[in-house]
């Protein structure tokens, strides 16, 4: 097969590039016909190029300063695994723990939430801090492909870009509160999966998380009593808690996003291209972070309102939970709160301020271990980096 290249190819001295006029920006770019024909069929920029992709002709070139990537898939995949399954044990605790208005123990401490999961796992097995899991991927799935389809059959923003303006962010608010009105009965079916004991539980399919909440909308297949409070009544608090947590969440990434790059300069790139293992670690790591943070601090300040939204979504519903108390027993749920403003003043009248934290040392648990991973997963790659 013979070469695509130019003869005269020589890394940045390929054949061509002296021939690039530039005259204010790329807006000046202008070609000679000599050298326009021999680019047009190019569909490779040399590789020692940062930020080089297939080009055709007439296409612009990535600024020199973007930053390259690093580990292909790890940013995704490491937040994937601490968020969902490494943290699920501590996520069941805590919602257990919200739902549970018999407690006299609020696990405030790390100590004592570690304690009574401890007093689970052993009396029940491991399965009963892990019950749920495939349900909350269910429901990330629906929220995902509901965001999707939404954004494509309207004007709604899916993204919003650097130049944005207040129409565009309301839009976008706007299509993550539909968002969470179509995912809301999954995510009470998941709800119920998470908290049920597993005493008295049976072993739920996958898809039933699904079957479920479509009973919910359409009122059948579901066991519930009188007091189960219908979709519509729990639309606000649930579309309240999605906006709040993705607002919240997201500013204090781009804030802390914006810290990290002012902090190392925005990482510099060595001359031919290639980066130290420093600025490797510096690309990789400040999204992580800043991700860790953003979910940290909008679980810390919802968490009062978490607790209000799961107790109305689980009244009704006939579930039955562990004793959060013990480790061991069961308890039935059998509150009649009537909206989302008399569940908050019954838990302030009969289990007080400290009522809306219950199950906040699980928070703790939680994010310590993501901080654990974070750490090693740092060592573990400037380990890798160092030895390349």
């Known amino acids: 097969?013979?070469?695509?290249?130019?003869?005269?190819?020589?890394?940045?001295?390929?054949?061509?590039?002296?021939?690039?006029?530039?005259?204010?920006?790329?807006?000046?770019?202008?070609?000679?016909?000599?050298?326009?024909?021999?680019?047009?069929h190019w569909v490779t920029t040399p590789p020692d190029i940062p930020g080089s992709r297939n080009l055709h002709y007439g296409e612009r070139t990535p600024q020199f300063e973007t930053a390259a990537p690093a580990a292909p898939g790890a940013e995704e995949t490491q937040p994937l695994f601490t968020e969902n399954v490494l943290a699920h044990p501590c996520?069941?605790?805590?919602?257990?723990?919200?739902?549970?208005?018999?407690?006299?123990?609020?696990?405030?401490?790390?100590?004592?939430?570690?304690?009574?999961?401890?007093s689970v796992t052993k009396t029940q097995g491991p399965k009963a801090l892990w019950k749920g899991m495939g349900s909350t991927f269910v429901v990330q799935g629906v929220t995902l492909g509901a965001e999707g389809i939404i954004s494509e059959c309207s004007p709604l923003p899916r993204e919003l870009s650097h130049k944005w303006n207040p129409k565009q962010v309301l839009g976008h608010l706007v299509l993550k509160g539909l968002t969470y009105v179509v995912a809301m009965p999954f995510y009470s079916a998941s709800l119920i999966e998470t908290v049920q004991s597993e005493i008295i539980?049976?072993?739920?399919?996958?898809?039933?998380?699904?079957?479920?909440?479509?009973?919910?909308?359409?009122?059948?297949?579901?066991?519930?009593?009188?007091?189960?409070?219908?979709l519509w009544s729990l639309a606000f608090p649930t579309v309240l808690h999605g906006v709040l947590h993705y607002v919240i969440s997201s500013t204090i990434q781009k804030l802390v996003m914006y810290l990290l790059r002012r902090r190392s300069n925005g990482g510099q790139y060595c001359r031919d291209g290639s980066?130290?293992?420093?600025?490797?670690?510096?690309?990789?790591?400040?999204?992580?972070?800043?991700?860790?943070?953003?979910?940290?601090?909008?679980?810390?300040?919802?968490?009062?309102?978490?607790?209000?939204?799961?107790?109305?979504?689980?009244?009704?519903?006939?579930?039955?939970?562990?004793?959060?108390?013990?480790?061991?027993?069961?308890?039935?749920?059998?509150?009649?709160y009537e909206g989302m403003r008399d569940c908050m003043s019954a838990i302030q009248r009969e289990e007080g301020t400290l009522g809306f934290y219950k199950g906040f040392g699980s928070v703790v648990v939680q994010y310590s271990l993501h901080a654990a991973v974070l750490q090693i997963t740092k060592m573990i790659y400037s380990a890798l980096l160092q030895t390349t």
């Open 1 to 40: 097969m013979s070469s695509r290249r130019p003869d005269s190819f020589d890394g940045l001295g390929y054949r061509g590039r002296e021939e690039l006029s530039y005259g204010g920006g790329y807006g000046g770019r202008s070609f000679n016909s000599s050298s326009s024909a021999d680019l047009q």
């Open 91 to 118: 996520i069941v605790f805590r919602r257990q723990c919200q739902v549970n208005y018999h407690a006299k123990n609020f696990h405030l401490s790390p100590f004592t939430a570690i304690s009574v999961m401890y």
């Open 201 to 230: 539980r049976d072993n739920p399919g996958i898809l039933d998380c699904v079957k479920e909440g479509v009973g919910r909308v359409i009122g059948l297949g579901v066991p519930h009593s009188k007091r189960l409070l219908p």
């Open 275 to 336: 980066e130290t293992t420093q600025n490797m670690l510096d690309a990789y790591f400040p999204e992580l972070i800043a991700s860790f943070a953003g979910s940290l601090c909008a679980d810390v300040v919802l968490f009062p309102l978490e607790t209000v939204l799961h107790r109305l979504h689980i009244q009704g519903t006939r579930t039955i939970i562990d004793n959060t108390d013990l480790g061991f027993e069961v308890l039935p749920i059998n509150t009649q």
